[in-house]
């Protein structure tokens, strides 16, 4: 499994649910362009329009030998889940206000996967709370390492 790309600002920014892998449907010049590394999910997000889900704002840089076939680099683009679930996001995300964010994009075997996750936005104090669990963290490891030197 070879990741592309990540939404780091995902888990900082909302609380992550439940987790899904969809497909999707890309051109030519697309998979090319990702598979050179030149994409970017960190404002993606998933819309359900007419029952089908749609990744919105994923950035896609045009490819480097594509000609006047070449792709648009931010259009919206047909994910490939199954009916039930998306019905079942859609009807989370109607009833309990839930989103649904980007969070990374992977290659399995040799397809493209992106993996969303239904998530409920953090608060202020929840992002503070997490800055300073991860300040903490990096205290103890320092720590730790400095001891380890001396001993």
């Known amino acids: 499994m070879k990741v592309v790309c990540q939404n780091k600002k995902?888990?900082?920014e909302y609380f992550i649910l439940e987790k899904y892998?969809?497909?999707?449907?890309?051109?030519g010049t697309e998979i090319k362009s990702v598979r050179?590394?030149?994409c970017n999910i960190n404002d993606a997000y998933v819309i359900i329009k007419n029952n089908k889900p749609y990744i919105v704002n994923m950035h896609i840089a045009k490819y480097d030998n594509g000609n006047i076939f070449n792709h648009q680099e931010d259009r919206s683009r047909e994910?490939?889940?199954?009916?039930?679930?998306?019905?079942?996001?859609?009807t989370k995300v109607k009833l309990e206000g839930l989103?649904?964010?980007?969070?990374?994009?992977?290659?399995?075997?040799a397809i493209l996967k992106i993996e969303?996750?239904?998530?409920?936005?953090?608060?202020?104090?929840?992002?503070?709370e997490a800055l300073?669990?991860?300040d903490s963290k990096r205290n103890i490891e320092k720590a730790l390492k400095n001891s380890d030197r001396y001993c």
């Open 10 to 12: 995902a888990s900082f």
């Open 21 to 27: 892998e969809a497909g999707i449907k890309l051109t």
């Open 36 to 38: 050179a590394n030149k």
């Open 79 to 90: 994910l490939l889940l199954h009916k039930h679930e998306v019905i079942k996001l859609a």
């Open 99 to 109: 989103a649904l964010v980007a969070i990374r994009a992977y290659f399995k075997d």
């Open 116 to 128: 969303i996750g239904l998530a409920r936005g953090k608060k202020l104090s929840d992002k503070r």
């Open 132 to 134: 300073k669990e991860k």
